[in-house]
Every structure is written in structure tokens, then in C-alpha cells.
């Protein structure tokens, strides 16, 4: 019989459960049994509710406390050296993640195409495996004693490896696949002598280009692991398998999952290679988006499976796991009704699958009130006036140019002499930190406890509070600190026509790192100035040069659930031409420094090298319409974080910003080497201080950086910063950090 079947849920809560649990854990006020009790609290409710959606597999292990490759790693036993002394196991776990004064953190980076961020196994020569079980079992005895039977979650060896870093020269992380894949067995063994009768083995890096290597290695693997117990479900997700299709399709596994939302047109090559004792499972309900499922078009994919492989070998499922998904819609009260009706949050896909899966099994007719449902939310978004304004469109279509009217050279000349700064002149990436009374006084101006004037008051008074502390430090160029913006996504998203925003609508980014996105339903336009007031007044306050913040359109659009009734590139290009008007008026207002952060370009890159191309004209297109406006004497910066830029740094050179700055510390300054071979031309910040971490650095520690990134990029065009905003640090560490980060500068100057 054909079964509906849950790849993944969220594990954070509906209201944030998880994130604050961590949270007073890691300040010591409430103990380990506090954090475990919650995190029982949680998978418990989430199995339950998956039950009663009518999901009949449930997925167990797929909750994590900081990340899920972070826990491949403990599973496997392959704890960097530095951490290996630590006796404690939770203990052991953050610090991985989070970093300690004498051990730094693991690296960061984004999980494939998502926002999503997982902690890079590190590797080294001689390196050893072995199981630590604890959790996939302890997972699926919980879920067993409420009277569910679960299917353990765990990610690949294949994907493990190819995710991994190797941290000696001369490693190959895929050549240690013979020494992992045996504890992989033992792990299925033990799953199997609990009773589990199937396990899904997470394999997304199937939707990669792969290696000869990588190839080898999945077909060693898994001639391993379909002999060492349960019944495997491969998951593949995020893209089409395409040249990899056989492979995949014919790997001694019992079943295969296979996203039919990102790549439907996979469907029939996948058909026709599918062995006749495989079971697949059609992800037709999108896990990344917060759209109602068209049913009755993905009812046409299940059937034409169910056509081809009969009922008994098929399942039907969301694209990927929910965790990119928010968790429930019915606690939007305060919605716009007609939003609401087209959207659906991870309980409600659940609905879908089940619905899909009752229409399969009983006919169209057995769920028509759903699938009715669906039918006129679509009919409805078609209709509506709300979503196409034909002045949008029609400035879109406009042709404006996107080049500078100098070269770099030429305004790097006007900029030295506009703004005097010292050699390895020093900032910082945007925010200060939110502490509790900021938060606090936000929380009273929304509920109406704390009227507008006395809410700016209060902001005025944090942002002159930080622009003191700023002099008092030394930096060089200022910025205001942020302290009126909650989110740098959400909060241009609610000063723009065709946004709209959730109360609940939290997926998480990484660790206890939960974000809101924004909804984009329509056509994207800019009402007034966003961000003058704030850049302007804090630019009263100093005469050292203020920098105004904003975010860039390619973030925007990454960072937001999107509409998916015109091109990205289109809704990119109407973000960019807001962004340009902001930049224009801070120009206007003496704002002379202006960062258009974009962290999200290298994320948006499509995950098949055919596709970078299109893609990356475009994104950089936008970029350049935002910021080409200006004239030479205004420096424009952006910033990028958390990514792999070796194959793409053509493309950032073409966005032609004065100065960029870039996540590096956790990397051991390694990000910064494709900057260095590739001989960026423009300016660069490297990151010298993890704001991830708890750690302050020393100022060694920064000069040992900044000393490493002058060896191959001349002095001239170096900036000294932290990796990225400063937004969930407190004022003690970001003080002591700056003060180190400053003097590791005049150390430099020196």
C-alpha cells in the first residue's frame, strides 16, 4: 500500500522552544536536565503530530541540538584533537560549535542552497572512526516507548565526506570512505537489533557533479551497508540527479526519495531505470517554501509513479525535511486572511502529504475538501490585484546602467582623499549588540506600551551610546548600530510594498540562530526611505566617517520565502531598484560610506555548474543596478560570510565594490586564498575575530591573521573587522574584542 512518509521536522518549536533552552543552558542558568527535558518535550510532541497528520513514516534523529552534520561527526567519532579532552559530552558537543577560549570552533558554512548552516567536519591524517550510537538509538527507543515506530535519519558517508575539510595537506577526505563505512554498519546493525526496519540515509551531494571518486564511493559504500541490517531509504534533495540517475537508481538500497519539486522533469529518467524491487519516494510537497501544494498537479506525479511502480513500492512525501520550513500556520492569527489561504506551514504539508497520499490510495473524491481547498487558494492567487502593479513592471523593464562612471583606480584615488584613513583602516561589519533592554523596548513600542517618541528616544540614546563607545575604541569608520532594525532581511522587507510577515514564522539559520523570514507575494517597490534617518542622525554625532548599512537584493530575495509566479531574477531586479533609491538618498543625506551586504550570492549559486552562469549575470546585475548610482567619491562595501568563493570570484570582482569584507577566522584566514590567487583588485576586510564564538580574541591572535593575509595581498588594500555583525554578542566581549582588534591594527601600522 502506498504510504505517506515525513523526511524531516523542525526541531526549534513553535515558539522557539529550543533556542531559548540552549540559550540559558549555555549561561549556566538551568542545568543539562533542564536542556534534555525540553528537547524530550519537543520530539515527543513532533512525532505525535506528525501521527495525528496522518504521516505513516516518521522520521526519528532528525532533531539535533546545534546541527546535524555537527552530530555525523560525534556519531562517528571524529572529534577534532583540540576538544578531545574535554570529558563532558554536551560540553564537548558546543564547543565544537560554539568555540572556547583555548579551542576555536569548528568552521561554518551553508548547507547546499539554503540559509541553513552546518558545521564542517574537520579531518586529519591518520584519522579514526568509531561509534558513538547514543543518540539515533536513544531517538528511536523514545519515539518506540509512545507507541511509534520511526525511521532513524542519518546523513551519508558519501555526503559526510565530501562535506568534510581535510585539515593536513595531502588529504583526501574520500580516501578515508573504507575506514568510515564499517562503523556506518555498525550503526545499521545495532538500528536493526532494535527493531528499526528501515533507516533513510541522507545522500543530497547525489545532486552535485560528482568526482570519479565520489562515484567509487558510493558504490563501495553501499555494497557495505544494504548487507549490514535495515532496509536503506536513499534521500536525495535540492535538484535533479541527472547524470547521476543510474547511479542512484541502482545502488543496493531498497528505496530511493527523489525531489520532484525542484526537478519534476527527473520523474521519467528516474521511471526508467528504477529497478522492480526498489521502492520510491516522490517529494511532491515543498519543504523550502511556505506555498500550498498545486494538489492536483502533484496528484499527476504520484499517479503517473503509481502508474509505472504500483502502490505497494511507492511513497509519497515532502521535497526534503521541514526543517526549512516554519511549524504552524493555524498560529498566525493576525495574518492578512487572503495571504493566509495560500500558504502552508509544516504541519499543514504534512496535511498535503496525507491528502496526496488518501487521493492516491481511494481516489480524487476521498479528500476532496482539500484538495477543493487547494484548488480555489490557486484560483484566488491568480486573481488577485495585489500582486502585479504595472509601474513596478514597467520601471523593471527599463534599461539603467549598472557601471560605475569611474573605474576602481580612479575612485579609490578620490576616496583616499575624501576620507584620510590610516593604513589597515579598521570597522565593522554593521550591528551592535541587541541586549535585553533593546529588545525589551521594541517588544513595548509594538504592543503599544511605549509610544513612537519615546521609542526613538531610546534609539537615539543607543546609537549615541555606541558611537561613543566606538570613538573611545579607536575605529576608524563608525556605523550606528542597528538597534531599530530587528532582522537585516525582515526589517527592509516591512518597509516595502509586496512583503508580508508571519509572528511564529521562525526556521532556523544554525545553533540557537532562528530567523523570521520575510513573504514576498508581489511585485517589490520602495514607499519611502528606509534607513536615512537613522545613518543621518548617528552622522551628527561624530566627525569620523559614519557608515550607512543596508542589505543587498540577492540577499533579500535569498533570505525571503518568494513568490513562484515569476522568474527570481525578475523579483531580484524589482528589490535591486528599491535598494538603489535608499543608496541614492543616503548619498544625498552625506552618508559617504555605504555597505550593501550580500552574504547570500555564493548561497544562491545553483548547485549544478550548467546553471552558474544565467544565475550569477544576474545576481550580480542586481548588485551592480543597486549600488552603480552613486559617485566616485561614495566607497561602497559589501559583505559575505560563511561561504566557498574559489569558483566564483570573477563574478564578485564584476560587482566592482570599493571594499569587501569576508567571514576568515574560522577558516584560519584559508577563505581568504582564493582572493589572494585570483589577485582580487578592490579592497578586502578579512574577518579576524569569530562573532559565532563566545571566545574574545586576543590580539595576537588578530595580528597572527592580519600577518598571515599580508603575505599574499599587498597592505594597501587590507581592512581589519570582525567576521560579521555583531548583533547577538554582549557589550563586555564586544568591547574587549574591539579594543584587541584596534590594536592589532596599530600593531600593523606599526
Not at 552530530?71 to 560540553?91: K, M, Q, W
Not at 525535511?321 to 509544516?346: G, I, Q, R, Y
Not at 550591528?431 to 506600551?449: D, H, M
Request: hydrophobic share 45%; charged share 25%.
Amino acid at each position: 500500500m502506498t504510504r505517506s512518509a515525513n523526511l524531516g521536522f523542525p526541531r526549534i518549536g513553535l515558539h522557539r522552544e529550543l533556542k531559548k533552552a540552549q540559550e540559558s543552558f549555555w549561561k549556566g542558568e538551568t542545568d543539562a536536565a533542564a536542556l534534555h527535558a525540553t528537547a524530550r518535550e519537543l520530539r515527543a510532541r513532533h512525532w505525535t503530530l506528525q501521527r495525528d497528520a496522518g504521516i505513516d513514516v516518521i522520521p526519528s534523529n532528525d532533531f539535533a541540538f546545534y546541527d546535524h552534520v555537527l552530530d555525523t561527526s560525534v556519531l562517528v567519532g571524529a572529534i577534532p584533537p583540540r576538544f578531545a579532552e574535554i570529558a563532558d559530552a554536551d560540553e564537548r558537543y558546543f564547543a565544537m560549535a560554539r568555540g572556547t577560549t583555548a579551542a576555536p570552533a569548528m568552521e561554518m558554512t551553508k548547507w547546499f542552497d539554503t540559509n541553513y548552516h552546518f558545521i564542517v567536519p574537520e579531518l586529519h591524517a591518520g584519522q579514526s572512526f568509531a561509534l558513538n550510537a547514543q543518540k539515533p538509538v536513544g531517538h528511536y527507543r523514545e519515539a518506540k516507548a509512545l507507541g511509534l515506530e520511526t525511521r532513524p535519519v542519518i546523513v551519508g558517508p558519501v555526503t559526510f565526506l565530501s562535506l568534510a575539510k581535510a585539515k593536513d595537506n595531502g588529504l583526501d577526505p574520500l580516501d578515508l570512505i573504507d575506514t568510515l563505512v564499517p562503523v556506518y554498519a555498525e550503526l545499521l546493525r545495532t538500528l536493526r537489533a532494535e527493531g528499526a526496519e528501515w533507516v533513510q540515509i541522507d545522500e543530497p551531494v547525489l545532486v552535485l557533479d560528482l568526482s570519479d571518486k565520489q562515484r567509487a564511493a558510493f558504490q563501495m559504500a553501499y555494497e557495505v551497508l544494504s548487507k549490514a541490517g535495515p532496509k536503506v531509504l536513499l534521500a536525495t534533495y535540492f535538484g535533479a540527479l541527472l547524470d547521476n540517475t543510474e547511479l542512484a537508481a541502482t545502488l543496493p538500497v531498497a528505496g530511493l526519495h527523489i525531489d520532484l519539486v525542484r526537478a519534476p522533469e527527473q520523474l521519467e529518467d528516474v521511471l526508467a531505470v528504477l529497478p522492480e524491487d526498489k521502492t520510491l519516494s516522490v517529494g511532491v510537497v515543498d519543504g523550502r517554501n511556505i506555498w500550498r501544494t498545486n494538489l492536483d498537479r502533484a496528484l499527476g506525479f504520484v499517479t503517473r509513479a503509481w502508474d509505472q511502480i504500483g502502490p505497494d513500492r511507492l511513497e509519497i512525501a515532502p521535497s526534503c525535511s521541514l526543517l526549512h520550513s516554519p511549524v504552524d500556520l493555524d498560529a498566525e492569527t493576525n495574518l492578512d486572511a487572503e495571504l493566509k489561504s495560500w500558504m502552508a506551514f509544516a504541519k499543514q504539508k504534512l496535511g498535503e502529504v496525507a491528502a496526496l497520499t488518501q487521493a492516491q490510495r481511494e481516489g480524487r473524491a476521498a479528500a476532496k475538501l482539500t484538495f477543493d481547498t487547494s484548488a480555489a487558494a490557486a484560483a484566488a492567487h491568480r486573481a488577485s490585484p495585489r500582486i502585479h502593479k504595472d509601474a513596478v513592471k514597467a520601471r523593471s523593464a527599463q534599461t539603467i546602467a549598472l557601471d560605475r562612471a569611474s573605474g576602481f583606480a580612479a575612485r579609490r584615488a578620490k576616496q583616499r582623499q575624501k576620507f584620510n584613513l590610516p593604513s589597515y583602516p579598521t570597522t565593522t561589519i554593521g550591528s551592535f549588540p541587541q541586549t535585553r533592554e533593546v529588545r525589551e523596548a521594541r517588544a513595548a513600542f509594538k504592543k503599544g506600551l511605549l509610544d513612537a517618541a519615546g521609542y526613538d528616544a531610546f534609539l537615539e540614546q543607543e546609537t549615541e551610546k555606541s558611537i561613543r563607545i566606538q570613538e573611545d575604541i579607536g575605529l576608524d569608520v563608525l556605523v550606528h548600530g542597528e538597534f531599530e532594525r530587528n532582522d537585516m532581511v525582515e526589517y527592509f522587507g516591512e518597509q516595502l510594498d509586496g512583503f508580508a510577515f508571519t509572528k511564529n514564522g521562525w526556521v532556523q539559520s544554525y545553533g540557537s540562530r532562528c530567523v523570521k523570514p520575510p513573504v514576498i507575494f508581489g511585485d517589490v517597490s520602495r514607499p519611502s526611505a528606509m534607513t536615512v534617518r537613522w545613518s543621518a542622525f548617528a552622522a551628527s554625532l561624530t566627525d569620523k566617517p559614519m557608515k550607512g548599512m543596508l542589505t543587498g537584493p540577492v540577499t533579500i530575495l535569498q533570505w525571503s520565502f518568494v513568490r513562484v509566479d515569476q522568474p527570481r531574477a525578475e523579483t531580484c531586479r524589482q528589490i535591486a531598484l528599491a535598494i538603489r533609491d535608499e543608496v541614492l538618498d543616503l548619498e544625498k543625506a552625506g552618508i559617504g560610506i555605504i555597505q550593501i551586504d550580500e552574504p547570500a550570492l555564493r548561497e544562491g549559486l545553483p548547485l549544478r555548474q550548467r546553471d552558474w552562469n544565467s544565475y550569477l549575470r544576474w545576481a550580480v546585475d542586481c548588485f551592480r543596478l543597486s549600488a552603480s548610482g552613486v559617485a566616485d567619491e561614495t566607497q561602497i562595501h559589501t559583505h559575505m560570510c560563511y561561504a566557498e568563493f574559489n569558483d566564483i570570484m570573477p563574478a564578485i570582482a564584476e560587482m566592482d565594490a570599493d571594499v569587501i569584507s569576508i567571514e576568515t577566522s574560522r577558516s584560519d584566514m584559508e577563505l581568504l586564498e582564493a582572493f589572494r590567487d585570483f589577485k582580487y583588485p578592490n579592497e578586502i576586510g578579512p574577518g579576524v575575530w569569530d562573532i559565532h564564538s563566545p571566545r574574545v580574541p586576543s590580539e595576537a591572535d588578530m595580528l597572527a591573521l592580519m600577518q598571515k593575509a599580508a603575505e599574499g595581498i599587498p597592505a594597501d588594500q587590507l581592512w581589519v573587522n570582525p567576521d560579521c555583525g555583531l548583533k547577538t554578542r554582549g557589550w563586555p566581549e564586544v568591547r574587549a574584542s574591539l579594543i584587541n582588534l584596534v590594536s592589532a591594527a596599530k600593531a600593523l601600522r606599526a
